[in-house]
């Protein structure tokens, strides 16, 4: 841990250098300014409108969309399956960066909040085997299958770092944001079907399970465009 | 397709950096044993005593024989304490116009052979079936086995199977289950059917002692319990039935 902080440390102190070796004075005035921009990354695809409200402070509205499939990600120590898990976050967010050392315009700090209209992961699994019961072969329809659905659904506040500067100097720039979202607890439901029907009583130690998982990681390059 | 699963790895990487658990941790997979939807407990007894017969076999015959399994899916037919439940197969299904029947066939070393014909209706989904044999010569009139007392607050048991040797499943029996006041030595008498691991039962008394007993795959399972609350939560080792699945 103390040897990411360390790190963590030395590298924000790298960027600020370098940033400060770039920097322009006059480049700090955003007021007013406004920037259209294609954000990609851990939050998947999206898009934002920024408006110079200060010298120092821009904000911005925009819209992320993910959506994401993956295969076998989980298991059952003593269930031979298969899995797929999917997770669709999709969210409004507010942000406000914040450009706090004149010397250096393209380090910001960034804030803001963001609803999450929409943030499941559902977790699908099914027995990958032929399975029997006693001398009956059950079909997959009688073994069934469970749906673990886990709900971040509401606000997060989101706190940041962004490089280079929020409104390209000229028309293009390619800036950076690294975050976290802080989203809610989550809700949980499992939902079996056939001789798996019983596993709703398993909600409780699922939602023990995740209860942490809150912290949603933004890692997201930003093309943006001067209008 | 697999940038999206490349993409999906590094979220989900990122969203659990911060999280210790695995999200399927301790998560026991609950299984039920309802697989067969229609059933009949068939219990043997001596005619003239209420005892278990000693060496009694049980034979399945008739055109839905091959349809028809012990309760743990298996074709293995053995009377443990004098009880075995056969059930339909998913494959066979009766309906009102169609009941579907099998033969029993009940023999036992100087008892006269016995057949009965059980019918599985579609209205009916458990049945119990007693069968009484008696001794090759016998005139003795069969005994009345009188009806267990009932006492005015039910008590609910929820069983959990558990496997020592599946740490990750769970399941929830349904069985037929029996029952005798501890160290009463009396015969076990039927208490009710246990849907997905819950009974409801007037037959239990606050205060008392009882003996629960259900078979399942050829062996018999017991519980020891005081009943003193409305509701209990019993384990119950499923052995060899948790390597039915």
């Avoid at chain 2, 899916?73 to 304490?81: A, E, I, P, T």
């Avoid at chain 2, 066979?92 to 008892?111: E, H, Q, R």
């Avoid at chain 2, 199977?161 to 740490?167: E, F, P, V």
Wanted: glycine residues 8%.
């Amino acid at each position: 841990m103390y040897k990411f902080l360390f790190l963590a440390s030395l590298f924000t102190v790298l960027v600020i250098n370098c940033v400060k070796a770039q920097t322009n004075p006059s480049d700090q005035l955003i007021l007013h300014q406004k920037s259209v921009k294609l954000n990609l990354g851990s939050q998947g695809i999206g898009g934002e409108f920024t408006y110079g409200i200060d010298k120092k402070v821009a904000l911005r509205l925009g819209l992320n969309v993910i959506p994401v499939n993956v295969n076998d990600a989980f298991d059952f120590a003593d269930f031979n399956s298969t899995s797929k898990a999917s997770a669709k976050f999709t969210n409004i967010h507010l942000l406000a960066d914040y450009t706090p050392f004149k010397s250096a315009s393209a380090f910001r700090l960034v804030g803001g909040v963001a609803y999450f209209v929409r943030a499941r992961g559902t977790m699908q699994v099914q027995p990958s085997d032929n399975y029997s019961y006693g001398d009956i072969v059950l079909t997959p329809d009688q073994v069934g299958y469970l749906n673990l659905d886990v709900d971040w659904k509401g606000i997060a506040p989101y706190a940041g770092i962004g490089l280079f500067k929020v409104i390209p100097k000229r028309r293009f720039n390619v800036n950076v944001d690294l975050g976290t979202y802080y989203l809610k607890q989550p809700d949980v439901k499992i939902v079996g079907t056939g001789i798996l029907k019983g596993n709703n009583k398993q909600e409780g130690q699922l939602h023990e399970n995740v209860k942490d998982y809150r912290w949603l990681p933004v890692i997201q390059l930003n093309f943006s465009y001067k209008l | 397709m697999k940038i999206y699963i490349k993409y999906s790895m590094v979220m989900l990487l990122l969203l659990s950096a911060f999280s210790c658990k695995k999200p399927t941790e301790n998560i026991k997979l609950v299984v039920d044993t309802d697989i067969l939807k229609y059933t009949a407990f068939i219990r043997v007894t001596d005619a003239a005593t209420g005892t278990i017969p000693a060496n009694a076999k049980i034979t399945i015959s008739g055109a839905a024989a091959d349809n028809i399994y012990e309760l743990s899916g298996k074709k293995n037919f053995n009377l443990v304490q004098g009880v075995v439940t056969i059930g339909l197969g998913p494959a066979l299904t009766p309906t009102a116009a169609n009941p579907v029947s099998c033969t029993a066939t009940i023999t036992a070393t100087g008892y006269t052979t016995v057949t009965k014909t059980i019918t599985f209706t579609a209205d009916k989904s458990q049945q119990v079936i007693n069968i009484q044999i008696a001794k090759a010569g016998s005139n003795t009139p069969p005994i009345v086995v009188p009806d267990p007392p009932v006492y005015p607050t039910p008590v609910v048991l929820t069983f959990t199977g558990t496997c020592s040797n599946r740490r990750d499943f769970e399941i929830r029996p349904s069985v037929y289950i029996m029952f005798r006041e501890t160290g009463s030595n009396l015969p076990y008498q039927y208490l009710g059917y246990m849907d997905k691991g819950v009974i409801t039962t007037t037959a239990l008394g606050q205060g008392k002692t009882y003996d629960v007993q259900t078979t399942f795959n050829g062996e018999d399972h017991k519980v020891t319990q005081k009943i003193e609350l409305p509701s209990y939560s019993l384990t119950l080792d499923m052995g060899n039935a948790c390597n039915n699945f």
